[in-house]
C-alpha cells in the first residue's frame, strides 16, 4: 500500500500543478492573461509532459499494487523507479524554468536545436529528464513483466494462450487464466518496454546530437520512434488505470469480474494494436511507407474493438441492476468509462484518413486525448482512490458532495472540451499562442470549464482528506 | 476535404448515443437488482451481436474511406502543373497565384524543421494540408475550383514563431 499511495500521491499532486499550468495558457490564448509567446511554450512543453507522466505514474502505482497483492513484488525497485521519476520531473522542471526551454514533448528532431531562444543546455537537460522518466517507467514494467514471467511459468501463460487453445485440459487440470487485472499488467509491461525503447532510442540519438552536431537524423526515422513513443506511453496510461475497474466495480457492485476468453484475446488485440495504432500520426507524411497508412486506419478501429466489446462492455454489465450504490468512487469508475468511449470516439474519428486531412493538428487533437486523459485516465485514478478510501473507513460521502464534484468535473469538463472540438472542427491550430478566430472565443468559454473543473477537483480534495482522516473499519481493497 | 462540421456533428451524435446508452444501462432497473447470472446470459448473447455489429462497421467504414485518401499513389496527378512549396522558420516560399480548375501537385520541403502546410479555402475551412520535412518532398495534388484568396497556416509546431507563420495565394 505504501508504494501505491506515494505513486498515486505523486501523480496526482503533479496533476494539481500542471492543471494549474493549463488553466493560465487558455487564459492566455483567450487573450485574459498576459504570457509572452517564449513563456507560453515553456509552459505547454511542461504542461504537456507533465500530465502524462502525472497520469504515469499514479496509474503505475495502482498497477504496481494490484500485481502485488498476487505475485510479491521488491518494493525496492519500485523505489528506485520512483527516484528516477522525481530526477526526471526535477531536471524537466529546471530545464523549462531556469533553461526556458520549449520545442514541447514532441521535439521533433531537429526542432530542439534549431533557431531556439533557449541556451543549448536546456535542450539537453530536457531530453535527459524525459530519458530518467521512461527509464523509470521502463524499470516497473520490466519488474512486473520478470515477476509475472516467473509466476506463470512463461509468455505463453501468462498471456493466456494455454487456456484459449486448450481449455478443457486447462480447466482439468485445476488450472486458473490470469485475472483480468495481470493481463493489463502483462500487456502494459510488454508495450511499455517497446515503447520506452523507440523513446530512449531516439532520445539517445537526439542527446548524441545535442553533444556532436555531426551527428545527423533522418527526420522520418525520428518521427516515427518519437509517436512510437509518445502514443504508446500515453495511450497505456488509460490501460495501466483500466486494471482498477477489474477490482474496483467488482466491489462496488458486488459481483465478481472473471477472465474469460473474449477478455484473453480482447487483450491480445490490445497488445498488438497500442504499437501499431502510432502510424495515424503520420497519416500527413506522404513520403511514409503507404502500406503503413492503411494499416494505421486499421490497427485504429481495431484498437477500440476490445474496449466497447469486452472491457466497458463487461464493466456495465457488473452494474446493470447489481444494485450498485453511487459513491464517489463508482460515480468516477462509470464517469471514466463515458470518458473513454466519448474520447475514442473523437480519435477513431481523427484516425480515419479523410477526415484526419480536416482535423490534423487542430484543437481537435487535444480535444480527444483531453477527454481520454481528463475524463478517463484521471477518474479512474480518483475512482481507485475513492472506493480504497470508502472501503477502509466503510463511509461515503453525500449528495452535495457528489453534486459539487460531479457538476465541476464532469460539467465543467464537458464545457471545457466542447470548446476543444468546436474549435477545432473549425480548423483552428493546436499549439498557438495566438489562435485566429474563433480561437480564442473557444479559449475563453474552456477557461470557465477548466476553472470549474479545478471546483470540482478540490472538493474532491477536500472529501478525499477526510476520508482519510477516518478510523479505519473496513478492509483494503 | 473542408469537412471539419460534420466531423462534429457525427461526433456528437455518436457521443450522445454512447452516453444515453450507458445511462439507460447503468440507471434502469437500478432499484430491482438481479443475479448476476440472469445479467450474464443476457450481456454475453447481446455481446456476440455486438461484436459482430462493430466489425462490421469498422470493415464498412474502411472500405469507404480508401478511395478519398490524399495520397498522391490514390490521386490520378499525371500531367498535373508542380508547384514548388518550401517552408523554413516562419515562412513558405511559394508561387502567389494558382490556376483554377487546372490539376496541381504541391512539391512541399523545409529548409530546417518539420512544419506543416496547411490550405485554408477562402469560406475560412480547413481546406487540404500534408507535412513539410527536412530531406523529403511530400507530394499533395490538389485541383481548386473556387476562386479567391487561400491563407496557408503552419500546422506543425516549429518554434516560438509557429502561431505567426502564415502566407496565401490567390486562385484565380
Not at chain 1, 533557449?118 to 517507467?137: D, H, I, Q
Not at chain 1, 468512487?329 to 471514466?336: E, L, R, V
Not at chain 1, 470518458?339 to 493538428?361: C, E, K, Q, R, Y
Request: hydrophobic share 55%.
Amino acid at each position: 500500500m505504501k508504494i501505491m499511495w506515494t505513486y498515486i500521491v505523486a501523480g496526482l499532486t503533479i496533476f494539481g500543478l500542471m492543471l494549474l499550468v493549463g488553466i493560465g495558457l487558455r487564459a492566455s490564448q483567450a487573450g485574459w492573461i498576459p504570457i509572452d509567446t517564449g513563456t507560453f511554450y515553456s509552459l505547454l512543453s511542461l504542461h504537456g509532459v507533465g500530465m502524462i507522466t502525472a497520469m504515469a505514474i499514479a496509474g503505475l502505482g495502482l498497477l504496481w499494487y494490484l500485481v502485488d497483492r498476487e505475485i510479491h513484488l521488491d518494493e525496492r525497485v519500485a523505489m528506485l523507479a520512483f527516484a528516477f521519476f522525481a530526477i526526471g520531473v526535477v531536471v524537466v522542471i529546471v530545464s523549462v524554468v531556469f533553461g526556458h526551454y520549449g520545442a514541447l514533448w514532441t521535439m521533433l528532431y531537429p526542432l530542439p536545436f534549431v533557431g531556439t531562444t533557449w541556451p543549448s543546455w536546456a535542450t539537453g537537460a530536457w531530453l535527459l529528464g524525459v530519458a530518467a522518466v521512461m527509464l523509470g517507467f521502463m524499470l516497473i514494467c520490466a519488474q512486473i513483466l520478470g515477476a509475472i514471467l516467473r509466476s506463470s511459468g512463461g509468455l505463453g501463460s501468462a498471456l493466456g494462450l494455454d487456456y484459449v487453445f486448450g481449455r478443457k485440459a486447462f480447466e482439468a487440470a485445476g488450472k486458473h487464466p490470469p485475472s483480468p487485472q495481470m493481463l493489463a499488467a502483462t500487456v502494459v509491461s510488454i508495450d511499455g518496454l517497446i515503447g520506452g525503447a523507440s523513446g530512449l532510442l531516439v532520445g539517445i540519438a537526439m542527446i548524441a546530437h545535442w553533444l556532436d552536431p555531426h551527428v545527423v537524423i533522418d527526420p522520418l526515422w525520428a518521427k516515427n520512434l518519437t509517436y512510437q513513443f509518445g502514443h504508446t506511453f500515453a495511450n497505456l496510461t488509460m490501460y495501466m488505470a483500466v486494471a482498477g475497474i477489474y477490482v474496483a466495480l467488482p466491489i462496488c457492485t458486488k459481483r465478481a469480474y472473471h477472465s474469460s476468453i473474449p477478455l484473453v484475446v480482447a487483450w491480445w488485440g490490445t497488445l498488438v494494436f497500442v504499437i501499431i495504432a502510432y502510424f495515424h500520426h503520420l497519416y500527413m507524411d506522404f513520403v511514409q511507407w503507404p502500406a503503413v497508412q492503411y494499416i494505421g486506419e486499421i490497427s485504429s478501429y481495431l484498437a477500440a474493438v476490445p474496449v466497447v466489446v469486452v472491457t466497458v462492455f463487461g464493466g456495465l454489465m457488473l452494474i446493470h441492476r447489481s444494485g450498485m450504490k453511487w459513491t464517489l468512487g463508482s460515480m468516477f469508475f462509470f464517469a471514466g468509462m463515458v470518458g473513454w468511449i466519448v474520447g475514442g470516439s473523437a480519435a477513431i474519428l481523427d484516425a480515419t484518413i479523410p477526415f484526419n486531412v480536416d482535423l490534423h493538428n487542430t484543437l481537435w487533437v487535444p480535444a480527444h486525448f483531453h477527454t481520454y486523459l481528463l475524463e478517463g485516465v484521471f477518474l479512474f485514478i480518483l475512482g481507485w482512490v475513492f472506493v480504497s478510501l470508502e472501503q477502509r473507513a466503510e463511509a461515503a460521502s453525500n449528495a452535495l458532495v457528489r453534486w459539487i464534484v460531479g457538476l465541476g468535473i464532469f460539467g465543467g469538463g464537458a464545457l471545457f472540451l466542447i470548446s476543444f472540438y468546436v474549435a477545432g472542427a473549425a480548423g483552428v491550430p493546436r499549439r498557438y499562442a495566438v489562435e485566429p478566430a474563433p480561437g480564442p472565443f473557444w479559449a475563453g468559454i474552456a477557461t470557465v470549464g477548466a476553472l470549474l473543473i479545478l471546483v470540482g477537483v478540490l472538493a474532491a480534495l477536500v472529501e478525499g482528506i477526510r476520508l482519510a482522516r477516518m478510523r479505519a473499519v473496513g478492509s483494503a481493497v | 476535404m473542408g469537412d471539419g462540421l460534420l466531423v462534429l456533428k457525427i461526433f456528437l451524435v455518436v457521443a450522445a448515443i454512447a452516453i444515453a446508452a450507458m445511462l439507460f444501462v447503468a440507471l434502469y432497473g437500478a432499484k430491482k437488482p438481479l443475479p448476476q447470472s440472469v445479467v450474464n446470459d443476457a450481456g454475453y448473447r447481446i455481446r456476440k451481436l455486438w461484436l459482430g455489429l462493430v466489425l462490421v462497421v469498422a470493415a464498412i467504414a474502411f472500405a469507404l474511406t480508401v478511395p478519398f485518401f490524399p495520397y498522391p499513389w490514390a490521386r490520378a496527378s499525371v500531367g498535373a502543373r508542380h508547384v514548388r512549396v518550401t517552408a523554413a522558420q516562419y515562412a513558405f516560399v511559394m508561387p502567389s497565384v494558382l490556376p483554377v480548375d487546372v490539376p496541381l501537385v504541391f512539391d512541399v520541403t523545409s529548409q530546417d524543421v518539420n512544419h506543416g502546410f496547411g490550405i485554408y479555402a477562402p469560406d475560412g475551412t480547413l481546406f487540404a494540408q500534408v507535412q513539410a520535412m527536412p530531406d523529403y518532398i511530400n507530394h499533395l495534388p490538389i485541383e481548386f475550383h473556387v476562386k479567391g484568396h487561400y491563407v496557408v497556416r503552419c500546422l506543425e509546431f516549429c518554434g516560438i514563431g509557429h502561431a505567426y507563420m502564415h502566407g496565401g495565394f490567390d486562385v484565380r
